[in-house]
């Protein structure tokens, strides 16, 4: 290599004088050549295929023709492996190149080139970067000549595909490329249905309760999508404040995975701020890049567009409605094209929740996802690492092929620091039956009316709210925390001064424990309130609203301790127990 432009370039393990300081400098090189984080996250999935082989450097790169190239570097980061500046790369002899996309002149490598996709299959509609916009249909993206030939000599010597559906496309459109095409299943999917045996312990991860159905709202990236601005319209704006307000938060968690040209196209911290409200409303934004596949297995529907997540999702066999649902920019001939075309359709004026209940009762799996998605279910490591081997001419590792489990991502509890609309209903009786439904939506009124029936309303309020105003006409104030916490002092302290600060406030509540929150009452009285072993599987502040509602409701605090509590929200039933912290204290003024 000569002097002139290597400025960053690495010496080790490859580059100038590599072979005097590379402690194993006779290995085959694998270059994985990454386009933007979206196509690396494919890239990731296969990488554990060369673990263990002391006769592999892996190497990176990245080509810089995607316009989203944020996230990039800190990917690199933390993969820890060598990244070769793209002219260094590109002069560089390597033994086999990675890519799982089309972007920068993959023809000038030397190692044996194999193209895997980046979602499920080749079925979109884009314009080469030469070319730009075209008045015709822009071609099929990785299975037309634009994509594929190089003076009419395929680029790659492998495409992998993961079903014969795609090589019949292929075929009519490219015969050229026909005989690269590799059968090869699909790494992604493969992960997912490996874990599905896990699929409570991502609930659990989630912080879904036991009752509540978990709903993934997603959004692959451009203006036609659910995200975008354009397309059937704006839907976004008009679906996030009904979606928080109108799914009750005992009885539904609502979490978002965005295509990770959005997050990092526009920001996370943009972001996280046009999700704000909603994201206080309980809203979960999902690690584009490790998160999602387990919110997938998760979620007991998703409302999302054309994009492989949804498309994922439906294969997994879960209920999905489409919130934007463009035909033009698909190949009309792939399963995905169909899938658009038959799956519902979310109606976005009318109530979600109404529409995700009759989604539930009226339910099938559909069959082209599942079918189409991968042809070799669970054997695409096993194929894979096959053709990589074979491909730079290296015997296969006797140990078997095996892709990484997907993991336990932490603990992601639903989070609510909004002013909350309560409504309850008390059963006749000495029960001290009371059902809760509580909404992020301190003016919302539902259509179908209040609990079961008749009932009454009230304001529940956390203390950390951004909306203060709200705090001096709550009946209810409460906050999560440990009871040790020295900055608030002990449970009843903080609530005999919430009590003082607004002498509206009936109640006040402060959740200590997954199952348990110490109350106090307006005339003194200091209760601690703990749901029945193994049945601690609700948020206590909905506890601290029963209550409030049998105090309201005429009942007194010692009918209350004999009775407990027997609190109901949705299908679900908690059994409370309500016992003084330290007998009766003097009324707070």
């Keep these: 290599m000569g002097d002139a432009g290597t400025d960053g370039w690495i010496r080790v393990p490859v580059g100038d004088g590599a072979e005097r300081w590379a402690t194993r400098g006779r290995s085959r090189r694998v270059l994985v050549v990454v386009h933007n984080v979206t196509s690396a996250s494919r890239l990731l999935d296969v990488l554990p295929l060369f673990h263990d082989d002391l006769r592999v450097q892996l190497l990176l790169t990245c080509t810089g023709s995607s316009p989203f190239q944020a996230g990039v570097r800190e990917l690199f980061t933390a993969s820890g492996l060598p990244v070769l500046p793209w002219e260094q790369a590109r002069e560089t002899p390597v033994d086999l190149v990675l890519t799982a996309s ?21 079925t979109k509609r884009l314009a080469t970067p030469d070319t730009g916009r075209l008045s015709s249909p822009p071609p099929v993206f990785g299975a037309s000549p634009e994509w594929l030939l190089k003076d009419g000599v395929p680029i790659a010597d492998a495409l992998v595909l993961s079903h014969p559906e795609q090589l019949d496309r292929l075929r009519a459109a490219c015969p050229e490329a026909a005989g690269t095409a590799v059968l ?4 992604c999917f493969d992960r997912m249905l490996a874990a599905r045996p896990y699929r409570e312990r991502f609930r659990r ?4 309760r036991r009752g509540q159905r978990l709903v993934v709202l997603n959004s692959t990236w451009n203006p036609d999508s659910l995200f975008g601005d354009s397309g059937d319209g704006d839907t976004l704006p008009l679906l996030l404040p009904r979606l928080t307000a109108e799914l009750p938060a005992d009885e539904y968690r609502l979490v978002a995975v965005l295509h990770p040209n959005i997050w990092h196209g526009h920001g996370p911290g943009q972001i996280r701020a046009w999700l704000d409200r909603a994201r206080r409303g309980g809203l979960t934004l999902i690690d584009p890049l490790e998160g999602w596949r387990q919110a997938l297995i998760a979620a007991d529907a998703v409302i999302g567009d ?16 489409l919130g934007a649902a463009p035909l033009s920019g698909l190949d009309e001939k792939a399963p995905l094209a169909d899938f658009v075309r038959t799956a519902p359709r979310l109606v976005p004026h009318a109530s979600p ?27 695409s490591a096993r194929l894979l690492r096959r053709l990589f081997y074979a491909l730079m001419k290296t015997p ?23 002013p909350l609309r309560v409504f309850t209903r008390v059963r006749d009786g000495d029960t001290g039956e009371v059902a809760v439904r509580r909404h992020a939506e301190p003016s919302y009124e539902p259509s179908y009316g209040p609990v079961d029936g008749a009932g009454d309303a009230h304001s529940a309020v956390p203390e950390d709210t951004r909306d203060i105003s709200r705090l001096d006409i709550a009946d209810v104030v409460f906050r999560h925390g440990p009871a040790d916490d020295p900055r608030l002092g002990p449970p009843a302290r903080w609530a005999a001064e919430v009590l003082r600060r607004h002498p509206h406030c009936a109640l006040a509540a402060y959740v200590t424990g997954p199952g348990t929150c110490v109350v106090r009452t307006r005339r003194g009285e200091c209760l601690v309130l703990t749901a ?7 948020d206590p502040a909905v506890y601290a609203s029963a209550l409030h509602a049998l105090l309201a409701g005429g009942r007194t605090v010692t009918q209350v301790i004999g009775h407990g509590l027997i609190v109901r929200t ?4 908690h059994h409370v127990s309500v016992r003084l912290s330290a007998g009766p204290d003097q009324p707070v003024d």
Excluded: N
């Excluded at 590792?397 to 603990?411: F, I, T």
């Excluded at 029945?532 to 609700?538: L, Q, S």
């Design 396 to 418: 296969e590792p006797p140990s078997p092929a095996l892709l990484e489990p997907l993991p336990l991502p932490l603990y992601e509890p639903q989070v609510l620091s909004v």
């Design 184 to 187: 090869a299943g699909d790494p």
């Design 353 to 379: 929740r109404a529409q995700l209940e009759t989604l539930f009762a009226e339910h099938r799996p559909m069959a082209g996802p599942a079918e189409y998605t991968t042809s070799v279910p669970g054997e």
């Design 205 to 208: 991860a989630l912080g879904v």
């Design 532 to 538: 029945a072993a193994g049945a601690a599987d609700a």
């Design 570 to 573: 949705g299908s679900q039933t």
């Design 306 to 321: 054309h994009g492989s997540v949804t498309y994922y999702a439906a294969a997994l066999g879960t209920p999905v409605l």
């Design 102 to 122: 089309f972007g920068g002149q993959l023809d000038r490598f030397t190692g044996r080139l194999a193209v895997l996709s980046h979602g499920i299959g080749y």
